[in-house]
């Protein structure tokens, strides 16, 4: 029995010396010493032996199972620790090198304009309000004052939506006007900035374009407060506190009397010539640029979204936002601002 104890230890010792892996010695530890392996064989075969014999087989066979034990645990450290080693030389990395910037997009000029828009308009206690691209005949036209059989449909070459029956992509933001109004009581003070589409495409329109609407309603609004409020307006968007506006009578649906706004041409300052006396392009030398439409905001709209027209009066006006990012930031063609070329958009 005692040899046979003697010659199950250096059979496992030697197995463990030449195991690879920690799977090869859970499978030894579970052959040799679990407990259906050897020595749990001899431990129960012990109360077959005499008393003295009990003691030394015993004895040797414990002594034999935990100097195997610690050999196998040895051995699991020691394939750990070679682990490590090897992670170490092939996983390693450079915490020095310096990091490469992943490449992000660059915010495009017209929506930096219309975040300044915003803020401008803020300031004066214009609240921002949004509609859908996609508008319906009944907000784009009707609400508006352009029933189907009004020329003034002709002003606005529209994109109908074949299969969405009187579904249009707004000609212009004039329909969040109206979805305000129906969803809020006066006074109300708000702009509305973003897309609108027609059917125009040349070197000087984009059939898909920008618009900023505003609309002011309450008790005793007037056209003063619009020219105080356009004005202030554009000396904050061009920055430049010299500019001037004038009204001129218009036509639209809308609003009565109907008015288009222009301003000093920033450029000359008004003048119709450059310091150097050349002539100015961008206002033809007539010193002033058409800007915005704009009116009182006629009373069968007011009606139309159950407000009372005889109490309340406001303005409305309409500008397009792109020849206005043009002449800011000095870009002379349209397309530059579609194309979305990022050389052209991280300029500004
Ligand atoms: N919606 C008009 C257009 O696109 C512009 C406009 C004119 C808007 C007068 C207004 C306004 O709010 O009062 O041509």
């Not at 030697?14 to 259906?36: M, Q």
């Not at 803020?119 to 907000?139: C, N, S």
Request: with cysteine; charged share 25%; aromatic share 8%.
């Amino acid at each position: 029995m005692q040899s046979k104890i003697k010659s199950l230890k250096k059979d496992v010792l030697s197995a463990l010396a030449s195991a690879k892996t920690e799977e090869e010695v859970r499978d030894l530890e579970i052959k040799y010493l679990g407990r259906k392996g050897p020595f749990s064989e001899i431990m129960r075969g012990l109360k077959d032996l005499s008393d003295d014999e009990k003691r030394t087989v015993g004895k040797l066979a414990n002594m034999t199972k935990i100097e195997l034990e610690t050999a196998v645990h040895a051995k699991f450290a020691e394939l750990e620790g070679a682990m490590m080693d090897q992670i170490a030389d092939t996983e390693w990395m450079d915490i020095t090198v310096p990091g490469k910037k992943p490449r992000v997009g660059h915010r495009h000029l017209i929506s930096k304009f219309i975040d300044d828009l915003e803020i401008i308009f803020g300031r004066m206690g214009f609240q921002v309000a949004e509609g859908p691209d996609l508008e319906t005949e009944h907000y784009n036209f009707n609400q508006l004052n352009i029933p189907a059989d009004h020329p003034a449909r002709d002003m606005q070459d529209t994109f109908w939506l074949k299969n969405l029956k009187d579904s249009v992509l707004r000609t212009q933001t004039s329909p969040v006007q109206i979805r305000y109004m129906e969803a809020n009581e006066p006074p109300i003070r708000i702009v509305s900035m973003g897309k609108t589409f027609r059917k125009d495409s040349d070197a000087t329109h984009s059939p898909m374009f920008h618009q900023c609407e505003g609309l002011m309603v309450g008790e005793n609004i007037s056209i003063a407060n619009l020219k105080a409020v356009m004005t202030q307006a554009l000396q904050q968007i061009f920055e430049d506190a010299s500019i001037k506006t004038r009204f001129r009578t218009s036509y639209f649906p809308f609003v009565e009397p109907g008015l288009e706004i222009d301003c000093t041409c920033p450029i000359c300052g008004g003048v119709g010539k450059l310091p150097d006396k050349t002539p100015c392009r961008l206002c033809k030398q007539c010193g002033w640029l058409e800007i915005s439409g704009a009116g009182m905001v006629h009373p069968q709209v007011l009606e139309n979204v159950g407000y009372d027209s005889k109490k309340l009066t406001g303005f409305a006006f309409g500008m397009g936002l792109d020849r206005m990012v043009m002449i800011k930031y000095r870009v002379n063609h349209l397309r530059l601002l579609f194309e979305n070329d990022l050389r052209f958009i991280a300029q500004f």
